[in-house]
């Protein structure tokens, strides 16, 4: 019995120790699990920083590819090119026809160049061989036309209405301190300086100066803002030629008027185009010209506000796409470059059959029935899954233009992109570079 008592007492020890040694491995995988436990919150909390880093890098990367296209020109390089190209064409006739002034159809004075009494050289006697003719195209010597309109005032003997007459050519009603106006054709110049080269007021009174006029930089804008109210109807008549264009490319940028947030709109129609500074880029916008109820095709990019054109058939700038899918697949990493990938070969696709259809290869009615299946591609493509958010934001965007990418493959005449309202729009753009904007509205 004893020999039992002194078994189990050791078997207990041995427990009891064991089971310390349990304590001990327990106590100790709580302090790792702890310490694990606090590593993964440390690796969960660097991993969401590494994520917001990268999102604003890729927000600035876009930022700063939009920046680089707005520039004039690209910034200067530090490293020079160390063989350059010799600027511009190169000689022969080989390189295709080379170009010369042409003489002018009519000539105003004629001047005899003969010869010299004798050879400047030994003196010789000199035989006339032909006569060679050479133009001078130059213009006349500045000298302002000075004209007075004596202006017969008068009054109704029957009801007392004062009638004041005016000549044709007379810019302005006004008589007595305000009585010395610019003719219409130095104002038809400063508004052509001003509206079609971006001519800063202060530079366009300074050369109406050397032509002998004199102007304040005020006298300029202020006859500009005459001649702009007199020609409302004519823009009134601009702007329903728009309306009634089968076809409008609009498009805007951004403008100032006295400093403050604005926008240049340009609408391009069928052989018209009508430009408007408003203060915003909205459907109300866009509606000032083009009208609610407009019914054509609109060749636009994707702003939204476009879409709100309920009647009007869209055709969505594909060049805008295009050059997305790029900058897309520019800076993907393994794997997500495919979905851009696709989009463009989807896209480039759809011009190829255009530029057959121009060389007749193709006829009207393969072109629409290639357009239904492209169409089925893009429907495809959109409803697949992919995680990385750009892919995902590409593919959205194509599911709310699915209707308007293919319409140039259906409606004859309509462009598969905007180009038509930024080549319009792209003068002012260099202007703004010149002088900003507006001071007024008026």
Same mark, same amino acid.
Request: with cysteine; glycine share 10%; aromatic share 4%.
């Given at each position: 019995?004893?020999?039992?008592?002194?078994?189990?007492?050791?078997?207990?020890?041995?427990?009891?120790?064991?089971?310390?040694?349990?304590?001990?491995?327990?106590?100790?995988?709580?302090?790792?699990?702890?310490?694990?436990?606090?590593?993964?919150?440390?690796?969960?909390?660097?991993?969401?920083?590494?994520?917001?880093?990268?999102?604003?890098?890729?927000?600035?990367?876009?930022?700063?590819?939009?920046?680089?296209?707005?520039?004039?020109?690209?910034?200067?390089?530090?490293?020079?090119?160390?063989?350059?190209?010799?600027?511009?064409?190169?000689?022969?006739?080989?390189?295709?026809?080379?170009?010369?002034?042409?003489?002018?159809?009519?000539?105003?004075?004629?001047?005899?160049?003969?010869?010299?009494?004798?050879?400047?050289?030994?003196?010789?006697?000199?035989?006339?061989?032909?006569?060679?003719?050479?133009?001078?195209?130059?213009?006349?010597?500045?000298?302002?036309?000075?004209?007075?309109?004596?202006?017969?005032?008068?009054?109704?003997?029957?009801?007392?209405?004062?009638?004041?007459?005016?000549?044709?050519?007379?810019?302005?009603?006004?008589?007595?301190?305000?009585?010395?106006?610019?003719?219409?054709?130095?104002?038809?110049?400063?508004?052509?300086?001003?509206?079609?080269?971006?001519?800063?007021?202060?530079?366009?009174?300074?050369?109406?100066?050397?032509?002998?006029?004199?102007?304040?930089?005020?006298?300029?804008?202020?006859?500009?803002?005459?001649? +702009?109210?007199?020609?409302?109807?004519?823009?009134?008549?601009?702007?329903?030629?728009?309306?009634?264009?089968?076809?409008?490319?609009?498009?805007?940028?951004?403008?100032?008027?006295?400093?403050?947030?604005?926008?240049?709109?340009?609408?391009?129609?069928?052989?018209?185009?009508?430009?408007?500074?408003?203060?915003?880029?909205?459907?109300?916008?866009?509606?000032?010209?083009?009208?609610?109820?407009?019914?054509?095709?609109?060749?636009?990019?994707?702003?939204?506000?476009?879409?709100?054109?309920?009647?009007?058939?869209?055709?969505?700038?594909?060049?805008?796409?295009?050059?997305?899918?790029?900058?897309?697949?520019?800076?993907?990493?393994?794997?997500?470059?495919?979905?851009?990938?696709?989009?463009?070969?989807?896209?480039?696709?759809?011009?190829?059959?255009?530029?057959?259809?121009?060389?007749?290869?193709?006829?009207?009615?393969?072109?629409?029935?290639? +357009?239904?299946?492209?169409? +089925?591609?893009?429907?495809?493509?959109?409803?697949?899954?992919?995680?990385?958010?750009?892919?995902?934001?590409?593919?959205?965007?194509?599911?709310?233009?699915?209707?308007?990418?293919?319409?140039?493959?259906?409606?004859?005449?309509?462009?598969?992109?905007?180009?038509? +309202?930024?080549?319009?729009?792209?003068?002012?753009?260099?202007?703004?570079?010149?002088?900003?904007?507006?001071?007024?509205?008026?």
């Amino acid at each position: 019995m004893q020999e039992r008592i002194a078994h189990l007492e050791d078997e207990n020890a041995a427990l009891r120790e064991e089971q310390q040694r349990l304590e001990d491995e327990q106590q100790r995988l709580e302090a790792e699990r702890e310490r694990l436990g606090g590593e993964n919150q440390r690796l969960r909390a660097e991993g969401e920083r590494l994520r917001d880093t990268n999102e604003r890098l890729r927000a600035e990367v876009e930022a700063l590819r939009r920046a680089g296209k707005r520039q004039a020109a690209p910034f200067s390089r530090d490293d020079l090119t160390p063989d350059p190209k010799r600027a511009g064409r190169k000689s022969g006739a080989a390189h295709g026809r080379h170009a010369h002034r042409q003489p002018p159809q009519r000539v105003d004075r004629v001047v005899a160049v003969g010869l010299p009494g004798c050879c400047p050289g030994c003196g010789g006697e000199l035989v006339a061989e032909q006569v060679a003719p050479q133009h001078v195209e130059d213009l006349p010597e500045p000298r302002p036309l000075s004209i007075r309109y004596e202006v017969h005032v008068g009054r109704c003997r029957s009801c007392g209405l004062r009638v004041q007459p005016r000549h044709p050519e007379q810019t302005s009603d006004a008589l007595g301190a305000a009585g010395a106006q610019l003719g219409p054709r130095a104002v038809a110049l400063a508004a052509w300086l001003s509206k079609g080269l971006g001519v800063p007021a202060a530079k366009i009174a300074r050369l109406l100066g050397q032509l002998g006029l004199g102007v304040t930089p005020g006298g300029v804008t202020g006859a500009v803002a005459r001649a +702009a109210r007199r020609a409302q109807p004519t823009y009134q008549s601009l702007t329903a030629g728009v309306r009634a264009s089968p076809v409008v490319a609009p498009d805007e940028t951004g403008w100032r008027v006295g400093g403050v947030k604005a926008w240049l709109w340009a609408f391009v129609g069928d052989q018209v185009t009508v430009y408007r500074v408003a203060g915003g880029r909205g459907y109300q916008d866009a509606t000032q010209v083009l009208g609610e109820d407009y019914a054509g095709v609109l060749e636009r990019d994707g702003w939204a506000p476009y879409r709100r054109f309920a009647h009007a058939r869209h055709q969505s700038c594909l060049a805008h796409l295009l050059r997305r899918c790029r900058e897309l697949v520019a800076d993907a990493d393994r794997g997500q470059a495919r979905t851009p990938h696709a989009v463009r070969r989807i896209l480039e696709h759809a011009l190829t059959l255009r530029d057959a259809h121009y060389a007749d290869a193709v006829d009207a009615i393969t072109l629409a029935a290639a +357009a239904d299946r492209l169409g +089925a591609q893009v429907d495809k493509l959109v409803a697949g899954a992919t995680r990385y958010p750009p892919n995902r934001r590409l593919l959205n965007h194509l599911a709310g233009e699915r209707e308007h990418l293919f319409t140039f493959l259906r409606v004859p005449g309509v462009q598969a992109t905007n180009w038509r +309202a930024e080549q319009a729009i792209r003068p002012a753009v260099v202007s703004r570079k010149a002088w900003g904007g507006n001071r007024t509205w008026t």
